[in-house]
């Protein structure tokens, strides 16, 4: 899947932000990885420049991650990982809030049970104009045949590992992000050919997708006052005046 989700990444983050070091493209970015695992998506983003932090609230995971990355050099500089859970990282006054120009949660939202408190959390975690990629599967007839029944028969997947009722559609989930401060710029299919064990690009979203929303920019508080107004330098002398 890395063949498409990391492009998919890469490119939509240089269409926001522009080029970077050559060979570095995502250099100078901070990337939260949700759901990182053992680290198979965070280490190709952090070989592209990115300052990465994989979290994942099972240790062992973050155990194999950390392992893997420590044979590497070239990714010590730029990738960390940490036990620990999105709800906990975006905490009101905790170090994530608003840190990440980019948060990934790539085969991660079909497992959770609230969705609402996913998307919060994240527009918590960005910075305004921030970047999200979501990868995951559509809920559709199409998709219980293929991505369970037939992925479980093939042994693609463990038995278990989805239930259908956490599926969501592309359409469900546009509407549940721009609820939650966001808009959605692109959505695109994904299809996995279990002969070829390649995955590519389609028109259809009826099974796997991709979807790149952006963090919308903060509009400032219509009761706050703009120091700048010529009525309320006019209101604070008046105000001065009276109290004197």
């Known amino acids: 899947m890395n063949d498409l989700r990391v492009p998919f990444i890469r490119d939509n983050l240089l269409n926001v932000h522009g080029g970077r070091q050559p060979g570095k493209p995502l250099a100078g970015l901070r990337i939260l990885d949700v759901g990182c695992g053992g680290g198979l998506l965070t280490e190709p983003l952090g070989r592209l420049g990115a300052d990465v932090l994989g979290i994942d609230p099972v240790a062992d995971s973050i155990g194999t991650a950390e392992v893997h990355a420590w044979h590497d050099p070239d990714l010590r500089g730029n990738v960390r990982y940490r036990a620990n859970t999105l709800e906990e990282l975006s905490e009101k006054g905790g170090k994530g809030a608003g840190q990440f120009d980019a948060v990934v949660a790539s085969e991660v939202v079909e497992h959770l ?12 975690v960005l910075k305004p104009g921030g970047s999200l990629f979501i990868t995951t599967i559509n809920k559709t007839k199409l ?16 038995s278990g590992s989805h239930d259908w009722d956490k599926f969501v559609s592309p359409v469900e989930l546009e509407r549940l992000l721009e609820s939650n401060g966001f808009h959605v710029e692109s959505i695109r299919g994904m299809l996995y050919n279990p002969l070829s064990r390649a995955w590519s690009w389609t028109e259809s979203t009826s099974i796997n997708y991709a979807l790149h929303a952006v963090k919308l920019e903060e509009e400032p508080d219509p009761d706050e006052d703009d120091p700048d107004d010529p009525t309320v330098i006019v209101a604070q002398a008046k105000a001065r005046r009276w109290y004197n």
Not at 113 to 124: G, H, R, W
Not at 143 to 158: F, G, M, N
């Open 143 to 158: 998709s219980y045949a293929l991505a369970i029944v037939a992925a479980e028969a093939l042994r693609i997947v463990p």
């Open 113 to 124: 049970a609230d969705l609402e408190t996913f998307a919060l959390c994240c527009n918590q």
